[in-house]
């Protein structure tokens, strides 16, 4: 029984975790890894989310699952706040959401053999037999591509990239409507990502899963998200549809990354000029725009207002005084503006060619 | 590559037929089958396979850090320097680890301690290695905090490791490891859970301390771009074998491996049309316990045929400099 509106809503998520804490003292700052995150996601669709190491993009899955509790803000679940869940509520609702942790390791019981901790997960909602047990473990393991002896093994006996296959065959064993991936793909060879990629694809076809994708590898996120958030220290700061912001960037730090991304070919030399700046601090944010101390656009304007996010006409919405200003919609590309392309410091250096031979 | 000759002539580390088995209650996981390969003294030679494929228990073979009841290398030379390390004390191993051989782990949370600060853990491997006082190795670990990139590290050196953030924690990793300047890093995935733009500094970072020190690098990682971007030479392993070995140069516009081949396929690309479906190689990879009879990658190979199944091809130059282990190389890349 669906309910109209989105599978899942996020409004204004925050979370602060306060520092300096401890015995006898009082917090005196916060981390403020998430602030002000809305979003939505529909059944059978992926939403991926990207961003630059440390921008709550975890600490956003985790409020997801409800693993830590907002500092503000509110998530729905078929128009259902899960803040509000009784216990046996919640039970419910975690059936049908299930998380894929960055860490494989440490979020693997160490005494549990492969097909114990995968089939776990449908233990806690009805009795299986042994047989059958052993069956769904065997069959959820052929699913990411890993032989079904290794059903025996503890999660130590197993390779980076098996451990990481166990927590998304884990993911899957309930069936369930939404999957939060927190780089579920990351320490994976190009095959069996592929692989694995294919499986969630075909997955969601048939089931309508929908995905919340945190990955920072963009050919991955462009091959098969619908949309994308794009956060900085905390922020989202564009949203758009994956072809239209890989076609086209609007927020100079989106612009920044997709031009960053490493790519498979030994002869391409990258010659551009890096931008100085340094790596903001979620602890000490700076004023404005967080990105203005890194940006090459910033403007008086950006050390002192946060960016709202503003809607353009092609349905995203970008969070930057310059290329969204606040007074309507926009539809202007980097290029017809005459704006620079923007680069992150160190980026885009090029990276020692001279080493190699030059191929004419 | 010409401006290198000098160094490159020297053989840093030099193993040769390293072979490592786990001893299960009922079965032997043949992880390694003998696997010989040299780094030169300030080389980067990156590490790719397949998931499973033996590239961390290679790492964990040269420094000895198998686990101690299940895992034995049986067979092989681990020579650095010229010096056998398999021959070495447990004493004079712990002197080498961390000091002229660092190494970067795949997992960061099981090789950080959860219950002391990450500013501590730096510190003490400052300290061991190079006898300053715990002040100025606290002071260091800042720096090298602030080395990897990690804002406001006057703070983040009291952090715990849970309160970072994945590749946070990445980064202490590779802070830890660079602090004593090591004469060969061995990083285990080093930037897998960073994202492009920190990682484009991370890898700089590494660049930078290889030029600076003569630092060399055995680079694992399953991400090709890394590899053409910072590496000389390419190590492409399947099944607890080396089946390929190139300049990187070579191996991307030339593989001669039917599996090297497939692997290069399988990179999502712009070109191809999103939602599709990726090309995956079919099948799995064999189960390490039955011995091996042929070429390995033979059941899942286009190319395959019956020699493949009954005779295993050796690792052998088809061109000078590149090799492979394939009965029918030559035929492939004329191809
Ligand atoms: N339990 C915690 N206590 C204190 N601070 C925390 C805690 N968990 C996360 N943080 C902080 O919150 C910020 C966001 O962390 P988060 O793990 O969400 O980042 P991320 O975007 O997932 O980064 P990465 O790509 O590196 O995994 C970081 O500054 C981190 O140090
Ligand atoms: N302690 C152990 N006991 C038994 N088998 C093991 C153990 N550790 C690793 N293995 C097996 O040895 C093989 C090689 O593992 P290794 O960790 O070297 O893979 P890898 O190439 O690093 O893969 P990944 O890219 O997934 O990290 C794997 O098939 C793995 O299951
Ligand atoms: S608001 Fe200003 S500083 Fe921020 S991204 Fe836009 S131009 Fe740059
Ligand atoms: S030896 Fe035969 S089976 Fe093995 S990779 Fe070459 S062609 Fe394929
Ligand atoms: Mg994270
Ligand atoms: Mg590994």
Not at chain 2, 152 to 161: A, F, G, I, L
Not at chain 2, 220 to 229: M, P, Q, S, Y
Request: hydrophobic content about 40%; charged content about 20%.
């Amino acid at each position: 029984m669906r309910m109209s509106g989105p599978l899942l809503k996020v409004e204004d998520l925050t979370k602060h975790y306060p520092i300096g804490a401890g015995f006898l003292r009082k917090p005196f700052s916060a981390v403020r890894a998430v602030e002000d995150v809305s979003f939505s996601v529909e059944a059978g669709e992926t939403l991926c989310i990207v961003g630059e190491s440390g921008c709550g993009k975890s600490t956003v899955a985790r409020l997801l699952m409800r693993l830590v509790d907002p500092t503000g803000g509110r998530v729905l679940i078929d128009g259902t706040d899960i803040a509000g869940l009784k216990k046996h509520e919640l039970r419910a609702y975690r059936r049908r959401m299930q998380m894929v942790f960055q860490d494989p390791y440490s979020s693997l019981n160490p005494r549990l053999t492969a097909g114990q901790i995968i089939t776990e997960p449908v233990e806690n909602y009805e009795r299986l037999s042994r047989k059958q047990r052993e069956a769904l473990a065997a069959d959820l393991l052929h699913k990411v591509g890993m032989s079904p002896e290794m059903m025996h093994r503890l999660p130590s006996e197993l390779s980076g990239g098996q451990r990481q296959r166990l927590g998304i065959a884990r993911a899957l064993a309930l069936k369930p409507s939404i999957i939060i991936a927190d780089e579920a793909v990351s320490a994976l060879d190009v095959s069996v990502q592929a692989q694995i990629l294919n499986l969630l694809m075909d997955l969601q076809q048939q089931l309508g899963i929908a995905f919340v994708f945190i990955s920072h590898d963009l050919g991955v996120v462009e091959h098969l998200g619908h949309r994308v958030a794009v956060m900085y220290l905390g922020r989202i700061v564009e949203l758009a549809t994956c072809e239209a912001l890989f076609a086209q960037p609007v927020h100079p730090y989106t612009e920044a990354l997709i031009a960053s991304a490493p790519v498979p070919d030994p002869t391409r030399v990258r010659l551009e000029a890096p931008v100085a700046g340094e790596v903001p601090s979620p602890i000490n944010p700076p004023d404005g725009c967080a990105f203005h101390p890194r940006c090459p656009l910033a403007v008086e304007r950006c050390r002192i207002e946060v960016p709202p996010l503003v809607p353009m006409t092609d349905g995203r919405v970008v969070a930057c005084h310059v290329r969204a200003p606040a007074s309507g919609l926009q539809a202007q590309s980097a290029a017809e503006r005459d704006c620079p392309t923007v680069r992150l410091a160190g980026a885009n250096e090029s990276i020692r060619k001279s080493e190699k031979p030059n191929i004419t | 590559m010409q401006m290198h000759n000098t160094i490159r002539d020297e053989v840093l580390l030099d193993v040769r037929s390293l072979e490592t088995h786990f001893y299960g209650e009922e079965s032997v996981t043949h992880a390694l089958g003998g696997i010989s390969f040299q780094i030169m003294k300030g080389e980067t030679v990156g590490v790719v396979g397949e998931s499973g494929c033996g590239k961390s228990v290679t790492a964990l073979s040269i420094l000895r850090l198998l686990p101690k009841l299940t895992a034995r290398t049986v067979g092989g030379e681990v020579r650095f320097h010229g010096q056998d390390l398999l021959k070495l004390s447990e004493q004079e191993m712990r002197k080498i680890r961390g000091g002229k051989i660092a190494m970067i782990f795949q997992d960061p949370m099981t090789s950080l301690n959860p219950v002391y600060t990450v500013g501590h853990q730096i510190a003490e491997a400052i300290q061991i290695h190079t006898g300053v006082s715990r002040s100025s190795a606290l002071t260091e670990a800042e720096e090298m905090l602030r080395f990897v990139r990690i804002a406001d590290p006057e703070r983040r050196v009291s952090n715990y490791p849970y309160e970072m953030s994945g590749g946070m924690r990445q980064r202490v990793m590779i802070a830890m490891a660079l602090a004593c300047s090591p004469e060969l890093l061995i990083a285990d995935e080093p930037t897998t859970a960073l994202d492009v733009t920190i990682q484009a500094q991370i890898l700089r970072l590494i660049v930078d301390l290889k030029e600076r020190t003569g630092t060399a690098v055995m680079f694992i990682t399953h991400d090709l771009g890394v590899v053409a971007e910072t590496c000389q030479r390419v190590i492409v392993m399947y099944a607890g074998r080396i089946v390929e070995q190139a300049s990187v140069m070579d191996l991307f516009a030339r593989p001669m491996h039917p599996y090297t081949q497939a692997l290069m396929h399988s990179v999502p690309d712009r070109r191809r049309g999103r939602q599709s479906r990726l090309p995956e190689i079919p099948g799995i990879v064999p189960n390490l316990r039955d011995p091996i009879i042929g070429c390995s990658f033979a059941p899942r190979c286009p190319f395959a045929i019956d020699i493949c199944r009954e005779k295993t091809p050796v690792l052998r130059d088809i061109e000078s400099g590149h090799a492979a282990a394939c009965w029918r190389s030559e035929e492939i890349v004329c191809a």
